[in-house]
C-alpha cells in the first residue's frame, strides 16, 4: 500500500525553498521508508497542498514535517479534512490536530492533572502584560509564545531591566516566566509511538541562547530517563483527551521543585529525532501496519 507523508514547500525533497533543517525531513523518511518497504508498503511524500484528490490512492498518511503549517491554520485544517473526505486515514486525524494546533490545549491537559509552567494567556499582547506577567510571577524574565507557532517562530524573552515598553504581538500569545534550567539543564522529549516510548533525549540550547532547536544551534543527545522523568511523560499521554495517537513528542523541563513541567505535547508535526532512537522506524511501520490492517 502507499503511504503518504505530509511535507511543505520547506522540507519537500527538491524544493528550491527548502529550510536549514530541511535535513531532519530527510533523517525521518530515512527511518521509516525502508521499515514500511520491509512490510510491504511505499512511502510517498506529498506536500499538504496538493490536490485532495491525490490522495485518492494513499491509504494513510502521516502528517510528517508541514512546518509552516502556523502560517494558515485554516487552510491547513481544511486541507487535512479534504485528505479524510478522500478516503485516506490520516495521523494523526484532522481532530487531533485542530486540538493541537493552538496551545490553549494545554489548559485541557492541566484540568485533567497535567503539571504546566505557570502561564498567562493573552488575545492583545502588549508590554503591558509582560509588565503584569513580572509581578504575577515574581519573576524577572518572561518568555512570550505565539499561541498558534512552533519551532520558536516568532518567540521572544523580555527582562526586567530592559522590557521594550513598545512591544507588541500581532496575534494571540502565551507568557511564562522564564525557567533558569532550560539553560542550566536543557529540555527533554519524550517520543512515544502507539502511546510505548521509542527512546528520550535532553536538548541543549547554544551558549547565549534558551531556544534548542538546531536552526538556533541547540544540540540533543539520547538518555535513559530516570523512573520518575518517565512516568512524568508517561502521565501526560495518559490525559491526551482522545484515542492513542500514532506518535507523540512530550516535550518538558524541570521545574524549582525537581519535577518535570509540561511545555509541549506535539502531536501535529514535530521531529522525532530518529538519529536518537534507533527504533523509531521499526516502531512507526508496525504502528502503520496496525492501522491498515
Known amino acids: 500500500m502507499k503511504i503518504g507523508f505530509l511535507t511543505c514547500p520547506g522540507t519537500h525533497p ?14 525521518q523518511v530515512d527511518a521509516i521508508r525502508p521499515e514500511l518497504e520491509k ?18 490512492d ?3 498518511a502521516v502528517v ?8 494558515d491554520e485554516p487552510a491547513f485544517l481544511a486541507a487535512l479534512h479534504g485528505i479524510e473526505q478522500a478516503g485516506c486515514q490520516l495521523c494523526n ?57 512552533a519551532g520558536a517562530q516568532g518567540q521572544s524573552i523580555h527582562s526586567r531591566r530592559t522590557s521594550d515598553p513598545q512591544w507588541r504581538m500581532d496575534r494571540p500569545a502565551m507568557l511564562q516566566p522564564f525557567l533558569p534550567s532550560v539553560v542550566e539543564e536543557g529540555e527533554y522529549s519524550f517520543l512515544f509511538i502507539d502511546s510505548e516510548l521509542s527512546h528520550a533525549l535532553l536538548k541543549r540550547p547554544i551558549a547565549g541562547d534558551y531556544r534548542v532547536q538546531s536552526l538556533y544551534g541547540g544540540t540533543e543527545v539520547a538518555i535513559t530517563p530516570s523512573a520518575a522523568d518517565l512516568a512524568a511523560a508517561q502521565s ?41 532512537g534507533p527504533k523509531l522506524g521499526p516502531m ?6 496496525r492501522r491498515l490492517a
Open 284 to 289: 512507526m511501520a508496525a504502528a502503520i501496519a
Open 93 to 149: 486525524p484532522t481532530q487531533v490536530v485542530r486540538w493541537n494546533s493552538r496551545k490553549t490545549y494545554l489548559r485541557d491537559l492541566e484540568a485533567r492533572g497535567a503539571q504546566l509552567i505557570p502561564t498567562i494567556w493573552v488575545d492583545d499582547p502588549s508590554a503591558d502584560d509582560i509588565t503584569n506577567a513580572f509581578g504575577t510571577f515574581a519573576c524577572d524574565q518572561i518568555v512570550a509564545k505565539r499561541q498558534v507557532g
Open 14 to 27: 527538491g524544493s528550491p525553498t527548502r529550510r536549514e533543517d530541511a535535513y531532519e525531513h530527510d533523517f
Open 236 to 276: 501526560i499521554m495518559m490525559a491526551l483527551p482522545f484515542p492513542t495517537p500514532l506518535y507523540a513528542r512530550i516535550d518538558m523541563v524541570r521545574g524549582d521543585d525537581g519535577a518535570l513541567l509540561l511545555m509541549e505535547a506535539e502531536l501535529i508535526e514535530p521531529y522525532l529525532y530518529p538519529l536518537q
Open 39 to 56: 512490510l510491504g508498503h511505499h512511502l510517498v511524500e506529498i506536500d499538504w497542498r496538493a490536490p485532495a484528490e491525490t490522495f485518492a
Open 58 to 60: 494513499i491509504a494513510l
Open 64 to 71: 510528517g514535517t508541514p512546518w509552516d503549517y502556523q502560517d
